[in-house]
């Protein structure tokens, strides 16, 4: 079942394809949209991050909380 909140395709190509949703060229900050990721382009060079989405940044600080504890205990 589709969401009806969810926008069109055309609607995400727009937002991905507008600079001004892009910071310094290569970090994705869009707060309408509310995909954590996205594929890139071409698909085969993987994914792509929504930097405004809250969910992305909690995954991303335990992530990095992760590396440093284990750099911390693996000395």
Same mark, same amino acid.
């Given at each position: 079942? &589709?969401? !009806?909140?969810?926008? =069109?395709?055309?609607? *995400?190509?727009? $937002? %991905?394809? /507008?600079?001004?949703? $892009?910071? $310094?060229?290569?970090?994705?900050?869009?707060? +309408? /949209? &509310? #995909? =954590?990721?996205?594929? +890139? #382009?071409? *698909? %085969?060079?993987? $994914?792509?991050?929504? !930097?405004?989405?809250?969910? !992305?940044?909690?995954?991303?600080?335990?992530?990095?909380?992760?590396?440093?504890?284990?750099? *911390? !205990?693996? #000395?």
């Amino acid at each position: 079942m &589709k969401d !009806y909140n969810e926008p =069109s395709q055309e609607t *995400k190509n727009e $937002w %991905e394809n /507008d600079p001004d949703n $892009w910071i $310094w060229g290569m970090f994705y900050y869009n707060p +309408k /949209d &509310k #995909r =954590s990721y996205f594929p +890139k #382009r071409i *698909k %085969e060079f993987g $994914w792509h991050a929504n !930097y405004a989405d809250p969910n !992305y940044i909690i995954i991303l600080l335990l992530l990095v909380a992760v590396i440093v504890v284990f750099i *911390k !205990y693996t #000395r």
